[in-house]
Nanobody
Framework: VQLQASGGGLVQAGGSLRLSCSAS????????LAWFRQAPGKEREFVAA????????YYADVVKGRFTISRDSTKNTVFLQMDSLKPEDTAVYYC????????????????????WGQGTQVTVSS
């Protein structure tokens, strides 16, 4: 069971980054793949989620309209396209997976995820 995140880096405000997360093992057939982030001194927060069979995407209000989550099911990979980045988007970004269908309210709760990637740092300079 592995989730491997990549694509983080340093970017100026207003710029873009694309994160990738490859799922293997049991995580490869996960029903929901999501992104969370954690800034220094803050709790881990929900960013976006993709529910595979439902074909639905969900976003935190603070990123809606700027970030886009997508999934390549053939490669068990989820992406997070981040545009119009702001300094407050600076955080370690984690991908996570739920191995079975859960109620919608579980999407935003870190404890409801079964697998986690190692995180990738995103730094947005002003």
């Amino acid at each position: 069971v592995q989730l491997q995140a990549s694509g983080g880096g340093l970017v100026q405000a207003g710029g873009s980054l694309r994160l990738s997360c490859s799922a293997s093992g049991r995580a490869g057939s996960s029903y929901t793949l999501a992104w969370f982030r954690q800034a220094p001194g803050k709790e881990r927060e929900f960013v976006a989620a993709d529910r595979w069979r439902a074909g639905s995407a969900y976003y935190a209000d603070v990123v809606k309209g700027r970030f886009t989550i997508s999934r390549d099911s053939t490669k068990n990979t989820v992406f997070l396209q981040m545009d119009s980045l702001k300094p407050e988007d600076t955080a370690v970004y984690y991908c996570a997976a739920q191995s079975r269908q859960k109620i919608l309210s579980s999407l935003r709760v870190p404890a409801e995820y079964d697998y986690w990637g190692q995180g990738t740092q995103v730094t947005v300079s002003s």
